[in-house]
């Protein structure tokens, strides 16, 4: 009956790990596609980054009051919902024919992975068997295979059409919708089986004084900050950096973005578990800190060493998200919801607003003085010294 049980546990979290992987795999569309919208619609940089900004901020504010409202009502089939919003914005980007009409179709993105980010990363944490860090790690890693398989496809089928070509994206949005019915079925059960239990052995009781609670959550925000701001200038003006630096072709950029992408997952995969075994904050030191070396030395490397640097970037830089949410999941027993909502959406804010200013900088000064000013962010990654020690065992529901 165990093992039973483990397989079942299992499917789900791949089942929502595959998921998140075509979610994340539909966002990526849009930066991928900046090159095509660029020219299609004479866009300048800023207005690049209005794009990013329009469905990431707007994730950014949703998610937390997803979650928190989850937290007290959970809505299992509310994941597929999510799914139908980003096929809707998926279908209007590829038939759009104004600027306005395409910020419109990233915002419908934008509200899907709001919808789908707290619930779905619950659905993890539930099915981890108490590994929470492996789980997060997996689910994670879902979201950054799509986002390194986007730019991959978009230089295979969507290049070579046009603008309309996104819409082949549309069978994974149907795709993820007819397995999160499934994982929703599987979820409501689980809610009517913990309900029947009353949660008798949860606690909701925080580990730590509240004040320390608090000053540790905005310690981790700021190291979101930096990783996601950062992030922002290699995931939207990579490719522009290397056509403009490097004199390279669009479909070359692509490649080094997927590259870039690629080892973001792999960092993904390795952060969590290692997490579970050594402690989260040696991997937040590691991952945030650790990158400072390699930002600071890629605005002058070569085209090669541009390529190794921006992949052992990606890797390194990539494997702190699951450890700072399972650390403030942890510091915060009991909502699941609100913090995953909160740190998502964080990460959505700030990935949106770093490409808004970003762009808005390229256009003052040069898209290589983005690079050399950005190169600096992951320092921040010093206050990880602030975080307190938490207890060895804090019992907390899902």
């Avoid at 921006?310 to 609100?338: D, K, N, T």
């Avoid at 050399?372 to 320092?379: E, K, M, R, S």
């Amino acid at each position: 009956m165990a093992d039973q049980q483990q397989k079942t546990l299992f499917r789900v979290l791949s089942a929502v790990s595959v998921c998140h992987m075509l979610n994340d795999m539909v966002q990526s569309l849009l930066p991928s596609m900046y090159p095509i919208l660029k020219t299609s619609f004479n866009l300048d940089f800023s207005q690049i980054g209005l794009i990013t900004m329009t469905y990431q901020v707007l994730a950014s504010l949703l998610q937390p009051f997803i979650g928190s409202y989850t937290d007290r009502r959970p809505m299992p089939f509310s994941l597929p919902v999510g799914m139908v919003f980003t096929l809707a914005g998926l279908l209007l980007l590829a038939v759009a024919p104004t600027f306005a009409l395409i910020l419109t179709a990233s915002a419908l993105i934008g509200v899907g992975s709001a919808i789908f980010h707290p619930e779905a990363s619950r659905v993890a944490r539930l099915a981890s068997g108490g590994q929470h860090g492996l789980a997060q790690s997996l689910f994670q890693v879902g979201g950054n295979a799509g986002s390194a398989i986007g730019p991959l496809l978009v230089a295979l089928v969507v290049l070579p059409i046009g603008q309309g070509g996104a819409a082949w994206f549309s069978i994974a949005a149907l795709l993820g919708m007819v397995i999160l019915t499934w994982v929703g079925g599987w979820y409501k059960a689980q809610i009517a089986q913990l309900h029947g239990h009353r949660r008798a052995a949860a606690s909701t009781e925080l580990p730590l004084p509240k004040a320390t609670v608090i000053r540790a959550i905005a310690v981790l925000l700021a190291l979101i900050f930096s990783k996601f701001f950062y992030s922002a200038s290699l995931t939207n003006y990579f490719t522009f950096y290397l056509i403009s630096h490097f004199h390279v072709s669009v479909q070359t950029s692509q490649l080094y973005l997927f590259a870039f992408l690629g080892a973001a997952a792999v960092g993904t995969l390795v952060g969590g578990p290692i997490g579970d075994r050594i402690g989260r904050t040696a991997v937040i030191w590691y991952s945030i800190l650790g990158v400072l070396p390699f930002t600071l030395a890629l605005p002058y490397a070569n085209l090669f060493w541009t390529g190794v640097l921006s992949v052992i970037i990606g890797f390194v830089i990539a494997s702190a998200f699951s450890a700072i949410l399972v650390y403030a999941q942890e510091l915060v027993p009991g909502r699941v919801g609100m913090i995953s909502g909160l740190f998502f959406g964080f990460a959505f804010g700030m990935g949106g607003i770093g490409a808004a200013v970003l762009g808005r900088l390229a256009d003052s000064t040069s898209i290589e003085f983005v690079y050399q000013i950005c190169a600096f962010l992951p320092a921040i990654g010093l206050l990880t010294a602030l975080l307190p020690k938490l207890p060895k065992k804090h019992p907390s529901v899902i």
